[in-house]
């Protein structure tokens, strides 16, 4: 369950800009057995691009090899449906998990549409795959095939479109030391709206950037439980044009054992086209309890829009709670409160698991 409020804006006017996201479901052999179903609001986060959908899902599983499909009203993030319905077919593989290597693969066939599949709105085909050789090398990727051009074509691309490539390396050459890198490149996506309705005058207004972005980052575990890390992150196209981000963190897992204590700090600078700034976050956490776990972080964001000179301050700040209900049951309730310049909103999220 997920709630947010945007009070009022800054001219003082009440706004009614409340939005909820749930998801309920009921689920059969999720981590093992010859069947895997679920019926409700179904979470299909495992499969490469695709969502939530208020509907079902039925996998049969043969050794490593599962095959299934799900079907049902696409799950709006406003907690309602818009009417469309989102159906496909999945394929996944994967290896028994092995003490050095493991390996696993993902398929999927989405199609979407409106007017009661009277008209196409989306369809597409995704994979992705991850390889751990533990505990050297995780290597990830995921690839998107866009069947219908939805968007691309107004662009003068072709119906069929490479729409997202991403990647990441994971090594850790030392024990103490992790190395990540990343990739990712992707087309524009221009909202919900089927562009090719669009006039040909407005075609025209579109931006023709790719968005690509990769990421640097290491990591070195201290004694004691202390840590230190840094990051580069280059993005290059896009809306919001081209930008770098620079990040140092680090902390400590425990400070004390008994209750357990920890903490983490992170200092962020980024110097783009439009936009540069600064921003600092701190985060504790708590756990009197085995079975509990508490936490609480506060973020600190100062931002300079170039064109104008506008500065923009915002606050976070974020409590989380995890309780461990005996060995099938679970409850995570997180709430929080970001506030500023440009700005003004209250969020909760409660999920609540029982394991049969």
């Avoid at 493991?102 to 409106?114: F, G, I, M, Q, V």
């Amino acid at each position: 369950v997920f709630a947010s409020s945007d009070l009022a804006d800054r001219r003082g006017r009440e706004l009614d800009t409340r939005s909820y996201l749930y998801e309920a479901a009921l689920e059969y052999g999720g981590s093992g057995g010859l069947v895997h179903a679920a019926i409700g609001r179904v979470g299909l986060w495992d499969l490469p691009t695709v969502g939530s959908v208020d509907g079902g899902r039925l996998g049969l599983r043969l050794g490593p090899l599962e095959v299934g499909g799900f079907g049902g009203l696409d799950a709006a993030l406003d907690g309602s449906d818009r009417g469309r319905t989102s159906w496909g077919g999945y394929l996944r593989f994967e290896t028994p998990p092995g003490e050095v290597w493991s390996w696993d693969l993902s398929t999927a066939y989405e199609r979407t549409s409106t007017d009661g599949g009277g008209k196409l709105d989306r369809e597409l085909i995704a994979a992705d795959t991850r390889l751990r050789w533990h505990p050297w090398l995780t290597a990830y990727g995921r690839v998107e095939l866009d069947l219908y051009g939805n968007t691309q074509n107004l662009l003068g691309r072709s119906d069929i479109e490479l729409t997202d490539v991403y990647g990441s390396l994971t090594l850790r050459p030392l024990d103490p030391w992790t190395i990540g890198l990343s990739f990712d490149r992707r087309l524009p996506f221009f909202g919900e709206q089927t562009l090719r309705e669009l006039a040909p005058e407005a075609r025209t207004a579109l931006p023709d950037e790719v968005l690509s972005t990769a990421r640097l980052d290491t990591r070195v575990d201290l004694p004691r439980a202390w840590w230190v890390g840094a990051a580069v992150d280059l993005r290059r196209g896009g809306e919001n044009g081209d930008r770098n981000t620079w990040t140092l963190e680090g902390g400590c897992y425990a400070i004390s054992d008994e209750p357990a204590i920890g903490f983490d700090l992170a200092l962020e600078a980024w110097q783009g086209d439009l936009w540069r700034g600064e921003a600092g976050r701190f985060g504790l956490s708590y756990s009197p309890l085995a079975v509990l776990d508490l936490s609480l972080r506060y973020e600190l964001t100062l931002d300079r829009f170039e064109p104008t000179g506008l500065d923009v301050t915002r606050h976070d700040v974020q409590a989380d709670v995890f309780w461990r209900m005996g060995r099938r049951m679970s409850l995570n309730l997180t709430g929080g409160w970001e506030t500023g310049d440009d700005v003004d909103r209250q969020y909760v999220s409660l999920d609540w698991v029982y394991r049969f």
